[in-house]
């Protein structure tokens, strides 16, 4: 198996389970391992290592009185089938994309209070937009979803509350979730941390029809506890990954079993020059 690491543009740094929430994402940079450039193919041994992020810089957007508005997405929605060649379980992960046997699997490890995962899905030039209009729609490509919470209470409450939003939907209506995550990431900072706490999280679920925000809110009273340990679960195996920050991303060939790591926010021809040196495999 060939493993290269694609330093990312920016990732977000927090803090562990139990203290204080800290919304300082700061900027990453690289460092060249070798004398020569890594290029993004699968037969690449040339690793870049990302330095880490330090507490220091602050974010470059400013909390507004009104969500970010960005151009709606229908991705198609499938169920996570145990666990995958890659040896990552994804029997209570959301998998985007129009069937589980995809050519290429991304694992995409995020955080909702994270300034940098909503670049990547959401901003003006943004990854994820591209991949589901591409990649996605095409089935080259799918896509799981796992929790690195990296922000305090308020991001593990945001990630048992997306488990239990799965884990309602998943026999059925499963492109709801979408609208859901869609939905928190779009109120990212608003009303300084208030946004992302659990009264705010469930008042945007009552809003989608077809979520019941009841059983989400006893899923999550009932279940806290276990799905809590789910999410260490996920946050343990982005860190065997060699994240420390968010977002961050294996991308996966089935086929020849190779891997690639990519840290940040990268921009979208990253993936596409990586999943068509895949394909090329």
């Avoid at 891997?259 to 990586?274: C, D, E, L, R, V």
């Amino acid at each position: 198996m060939t493993l290269a690491v694609f330093g990312g543009l920016a990732g977000c740094l927090g803090e562990e389970k139990g203290n204080s929430s800290d919304t300082t994402p700061s900027s990453t940079t690289s460092s060249t391992a070798t004398s020569t450039e890594a290029s993004p193919t699968a037969t690449s041994t040339s690793v870049v290592k990302t330095a880490e992020p330090t507490p220091t810089s602050r974010p470059t957007s400013k909390p507004t009185s009104k969500p970010t508005q960005s151009k709606p997405l229908s991705p198609p929605f499938v169920k996570g089938k145990g666990k995958t060649k890659y040896g990552i379980d994804l029997s209570g992960a959301p998998v985007m994309g129009k069937n589980s046997n995809a050519p290429v699997h991304i694992y995409y490890w995020s955080d909702y209070q994270c300034s940098y995962c909503k670049q990547f899905e959401l901003g003006k030039h943004g990854a994820l937009p591209k991949l589901v209009r591409n990649e996605i729609a095409n089935g080259t490509v799918n896509i799981a979803f796992l929790q690195y919470p990296n922000y305090g209470d308020h991001s593990w409450t945001a990630g048992v509350m997306a488990k239990c939003i799965w884990r309602k939907l998943k026999d059925k209506n499963l492109d709801l979730f979408w609208k859901w995550h869609h939905t928190v990431f779009d109120h990212q900072e608003l009303d300084g941390g208030e946004w992302s706490s659990r009264k705010n999280l469930l008042k945007y679920a009552r809003k989608i029809k077809g979520i019941d925000a009841r059983a989400v809110d006893q899923c999550m009273r009932t279940n806290r506890k276990q799905l809590e340990s789910d999410l260490k679960k996920e946050r343990k195996r982005g860190k065997k990954e060699g994240f420390a920050n968010t977002p961050g991303f294996v991308l996966y060939h089935p086929k020849t079993d190779r891997q690639q790591i990519f840290k940040g926010a990268q921009p979208y021809t990253s993936f596409q020059k990586q999943i068509q040196a895949f394909l090329n495999q």
